[in-house]
C-alpha cells in the first residue's frame, strides 16, 4: 500500500537546476527516514540524500553542497533540489523510506544532463 510517485526530472544543461518532488501515500513523510536514490546505466542504485524523521539530513560525498533534500509535512511530499548539475548526475532518481522494507520503488523520474 506504500506508494511513492516521483515527477520533476527532465533535461538540463550541465550547470542548471531541477526540483524533483516525490508523493507518499500510505506512509506518513514525518514518521519516516527517507532517501533520494538513484540508478544510472550499467550502475547499482546508490544513495545521495537522505532526512531523518527528525529533520537532519545527509549526502553522498558526490552531491554534497550541490544538493538539498526537504520536506513538506502537511503535502506529505519529499523533495530534491539539485543545482549545479553534471552529466554524472544524470540517472533515474527515486525516492523511498530508508527502510526499504517499509517500502517501495516507485518508476522513478528520468534526469538528463547534457548540452
Known amino acids: 500500500q506504500v506508494q511513492f510517485v516521483e515527477s520533476g526530472g527532465g533535461l538540463v544543461q550541465p550547470g542548471g537546476s531541477l526540483r524533483l518532488s516525490c508523493s507518499a501515500s500510505g506512509i506518513i513523510v514525518s514518521d519516516t527516514a527517507l532517501g533520494w536514490y538513484r540508478q544510472a546505466p550499467g550502475k547499482q542504485r546508490e544513495l545521495v540524500a537522505d532526512?531523518?524523521?527528525?529533520?537532519?539530513?545527509d549526502y553522498a560525498d558526490s552531491v554534497k553542497g550541490r544538493f538539498t533534500i526537504s520536506r513538506d509535512n502537511a503535502k506529505n511530499t519529499v523533495y530534491l533540489q539539485m543545482n549545479s548539475l553534471k552529466p554524472e548526475d544524470a540517472a533515474v532518481y527515486y525516492c523511498?523510506?530508508?527502510?526499504?522494507?517499509?517500502?517501495?520503488w516507485g518508476q522513478g523520474t528520468q534526469v538528463t544532463v547534457s548540452s
Open positions: 523511498n523510506s530508508r527502510l526499504i522494507s517499509k517500502g517501495s
Open positions: 532526512i531523518t524523521s527528525g529533520g537532519i539530513t
